[in-house]
């Protein structure tokens, strides 16, 4: 079996053959080839691609860190379920160690959404997210969810919790004048979204771009969370507020609007169970722009090359969201 260098790699390597064995496989046949890695101070995880002496070709993925076997089991459960009800959505998991946090599934030939977006025109962008509407509405009709009506009080209030903790130095936020400023402006609409109905699904639970990846026809989701289940707003915000931060031309996004209307009407043609006045996405999606504000480092030299990207990103779309700042 081939082998690759690194201390990650090396402890994938290591789980192989007792993976190998749980699907009949002879583990010494296979080599291994580099498809994906992550090692910062929260998160080390490896993927490999496994190439059979037959061409078969499968992902080997270990996770060092977190340590939680918990949180993996319930990962592990949630692509399971996926699986079984969505089958042709999700790359077939063959193996898992819950101890070792280690994994075997299926390989598709497909590119992150978030690759396919990046700097393409805004028509094929509407394209793509058709195409990611689509298998999301498909997941989300695969398992168990009900009509209800919208709460958003949940939000409003885990917000002003936020708010309350950025106004007395309890959290750190970047420009924390204008971020409670915005957050104001988004509680005061809450009537806006009252005695409305929406849909509930099992969600993914971190439903960004690069957990979807797509080929030429087919669409596949990646690293189910367990999500609850909870209104459909919540996966969708979380995808779009991604798009829009990253990759969606600001200047196509009217005042007040959190994405290009070509791109939101393209998302909805595909996803089909609720348009984009739906309750849960008008409030999650402007709350996900907030909740991406608080999630990065508040002073700019302790920004990473990503996260100074996605800080520019969710400037400029919050003066489009909330109002030029003032």
Known sequence: MGMIAGDLAAAALAQWPSLAGQIGLSAAAWRAAPLARRE??????????????????????????????????????????????????????????????????????????????DGAPLARQAALLRRAGAWLGSYHRALPGEARVFQPKHTIRFLGTVMEEVATGARQVGKPERFLACAEALCAEQARFEG??????????????RNLV??????????????????????????????????APKEAIAAGEVMPDAALAGFFDGYGLVGPDDPSVQLLLRNRVLAEWWGLPARAEDRGLAQARRWAGVQALAARVFGPLR
């Open 214 to 247: 797509l080929d030429e026809t087919r669409c596949w989701g990646l690293d189910f969370a367990g999500g609850r289940v909870v209104p459909v707003g919540h996966d969708i915000a979380r995808l779009l507020a991604d798009y829009a931060i990253l990759h």
């Open 40 to 117: 910062d101070a929260r998160v080390a995880r490896v993927l490999l691609r496994m190439i059979g002496p037959d061409g078969r070709q499968l992902v080997l993925k270990h996770q060092a860190r977190p340590v939680d076997p918990d949180k993996f089991e319930t990962q592990i459960a949630a692509h399971l379920a996926a699986q079984e009800g969505f089958a042709e959505g999700v790359p077939a998991l063959l193996a898992v160690d819950l101890e070792t946090q280690a994994s075997v599934m299926d390989y598709v030939a497909a590119e992150p959404l978030s690759t396919l977006l």
């Open 196 to 209: 409305r109905h929406t849909l509930t699904a099992q969600t993914h639970g971190d439903l960004h771009m």
